[in-house]
């Protein structure tokens, strides 16, 4: 069964810094992407960051490049997500996602097959 679990959110003021962790369990994370996306009320679900598994290569949306950095440690089975110069606008439930395919792009939600429960993210101005 697989099982992503994220954790590491919380509330911060604008400008902070947090970083979230996701732990994956029964999945082999091979020659494909994993992601982090989010979704604040009232909003579709927003590709933040993709990371490929051989090589680390990755993708950003445009507001959060320059911002925020996706990591992968293979070994633990964790994907981080580290959140700079944290904004209002960057408030929402945070999801880690797991098993891309084609033909969605990686930042599109609907690529992926498994997904955490999330964690929230709160920045007050």
């Known amino acids: 069964q697989v099982q992503l679990v994220e954790s590491g959110g919380g509330s911060v003021q604008a400008g902070g810094s947090l970083r979230l962790s996701c732990v994956v369990s029964?999945?082999?994370?091979?020659?494909?992407?994993m992601g982090w996306f989010r979704q604040a009320p009232g909003k579709e679900r927003e590709g933040v960051a993709a990371?490929?598994?051989?090589?680390?290569?990755?993708y950003y949306g445009d507001s959060v490049k320059g911002r925020f950095t996706i990591y992968q440690d293979k070994a633990k089975n964790t994907l981080s997500l580290e959140m700079e110069r944290l904004k209002p606008e960057d408030t929402a439930m945070y999801y880690c996602a797991a098993d891309w395919t084609r033909p969605y792009g990686v930042l599109n939600a609907d690529g992926y097959k498994f997904w955490g429960q999330g964690t929230q993210v709160t920045v007050s101005s």
């Open positions: 990371i490929y598994s051989d090589d680390g290569r990755a």
């Open positions: 029964g999945y082999t994370y091979n020659k494909n992407f």
